[in-house]
């Protein structure tokens, strides 16, 4: 399809984060957009108040008609999506061109320069980062990102003078081989979504894949220890890096006081006295990860460390919910944490600011096939706290498995307090507990649990 003759756009699963940056970005160009998702969200309330048509039922008589045109209308799927879903099967029975959210995406950004974090863990929180350092910089960005940035309450950066696109690549269902990286970042390559996968061996092959897609005379920025061998173009430089060693590294890090400094470090140079926006221990790497794209691409050493210290994280990336002043004031931390590694960054790095503190955490398992596939990992991260909160697997697009519980989790957790309960009595759960600081984790729905949380302990602390 000629883009130019694209007068609507609609998207089947509207409601996914990456389909909400793809939706804004076509309003912002004067095209109608509808779509369909499976529940209402805030996100979903936030774009239809900017113009986009949701539907919450698959029915194809509700597509609206300046929809149904093949010739005028492009159709956006994401994967998580079932074939069997009626709008889709209407759309791909008659004619009209129906694209992935990626290839779009990589559509998009072909005519620039795009800046692409990939890896298992880290990469909504870099990626957020070197937009926010590039788009307040005077270089500017484009940017579709995998978070909604608190700095704007969007996932969506524009510039019209910008040669750069910064992209959040997504190894979920291969999705990130559509793009086209200038400079790629790749934080990990911890095995997940297995379901896809069936092996960690191939899991690692996707990432070196990825690695191909590098334009020649771009860049390649790969966190040390992975077990990726790159297969770039002979012309791609490539550097490692990570907090404590690598070509890109941090030194003097000062944590205290609930602030974090460091100085960075690159092969020809360095940015002294950097503060952390968001100062947990974990946006250190993230941090490194990130001015080191910016370093590259050529942002200037004053800009990167203002935006760093403006910098106020993406929701639900270790977001504070509730922090009542002193010693003994409940804490309440969401964080998007779904793989196990992830999980145990996020306990480790609540720990390290509130050491002397009681640590609960409520956790809920994001898919059937992870919890299967980590659940001893699982476990062990949710060990380290001083008490647990399992509640029932999030399903998301999958089906359930036979044998799969959130129980082979639960019978594994060594620390003595763990209850393990559904949602609707996570609340009067965590009113048996005696807890200081409190961290909320999954990225299934709990987060719709914490305006209760907040609202019971912040009277009852009182």
């Known amino acids: 399809m000629d883009f130019n003759n694209i007068e609507s756009v609609y998207f089947v699963g509207a409601g996914g984060i990456g389909m909400a940056a793809l939706e804004r970005y076509f309003l912002s160009r004067g095209i109608k957009v509808a779509g369909y998702d499976r529940t209402p969200s805030d996100l979903t309330e936030e774009l239809q108040k900017e113009g986009v048509e949701i539907v919450y039922v698959d029915d194809v008589d509700l597509i609206p008609e300046w929809c149904r045109n093949p010739l005028s209308t492009l159709v956006v799927y994401t994967p998580a999506v079932s074939d069997s879903h009626a709008g889709l099967q209407y759309f791909r029975n008659n004619g009209f061109e129906v694209v992935k959210r990626a290839q779009l995406l990589g559509i998009i950004t072909k005519q620039s320069k795009s800046l692409c974090f990939a890896g298992t863990h880290g990469k909504t929180t870099t990626s957020s980062m070197a937009a926010h350092i590039l788009h307040t910089s005077p270089i500017g960005c484009n940017a579709f990102l995998g978070g909604i940035l608190k700095n704007y309450n969007s996932n969506l950066l524009l510039s019209p003078t910008s040669e750069f696109t910064v992209a959040e690549a997504d190894e979920f269902d291969r999705s990130f081989h559509w793009l086209n990286p200038y400079i790629a970042l790749i934080t990990a390559t911890d095995p997940d979504h297995l379901d896809i996968y069936g092996n960690e061996d191939a899991y690692v092959e996707s990432f070196a894949r990825f690695t191909e897609l590098i334009a020649p005379g771009g860049t390649l920025i790969l966190h ?224 719709n649990l914490l305006p209760e949380i907040c609202k019971t302990f912040r009277v009852e602390s009182k």
């Not at 992975?226 to 590294?249: A, C, E």
């Not at 370093?295 to 203002?306: E, K, L, M, P, T």
């Not at 964080?335 to 960054?345: Q, S, V």
């Not at 996020?346 to 009681?358: G, L, Q």
């Open 224 to 447: 040390t220890g992975t077990k990726l061998i790159p297969r770039t173009h002979k012309d791609v430089t490539i550097y490692s890096y990570s907090v404590s060693d690598g070509d890109f590294h941090a030194e003097n890090i000062k944590i205290g006081n609930g602030t974090i400094t460091f100085d960075f470090v690159a092969p020809d140079g360095r940015i002294d006295n950097i503060s952390l926006g968001v100062p947990v221990e974990i946006n250190i790497d993230n941090a490194v990860g990130a001015i080191a794209v910016c370093y590259v691409a050529g942002v200037d050493s004053q800009s990167i460390r203002r935006a760093m210290a403006s910098f106020q994280g993406p929701k639900r990336r270790f977001e504070f919910w509730l922090k009542e002043e002193g010693d003994n004031g409940k804490v309440i931390i969401d964080d998007y944490a779904h793989h196990p590694d992830e999980l145990k960054a996020a306990i480790k790095s609540v720990k390290a600011i509130y050491p002397n503190r009681k640590l609960t955490v409520a956790f809920q398992p994001h898919l059937y096939s992870r919890t299967r596939d980590f659940a001893p990992q699982f476990a062990e991260a949710l060990s380290l706290a001083d008490s647990v909160v399992l509640l029932d697997i999030y399903p998301a697009r999958e089906l359930p498995i036979e044998g799969v519980s959130s129980e082979i989790i639960f019978n594994d957790i060594k620390t003595p307090l763990k209850y393990l309960c559904s949602k609707d009595k996570l609340v009067n759960t965590l009113k048996n507990i005696n807890f200081d600081v409190l961290l909320v984790t999954g990225a299934g729905d709990i987060v």
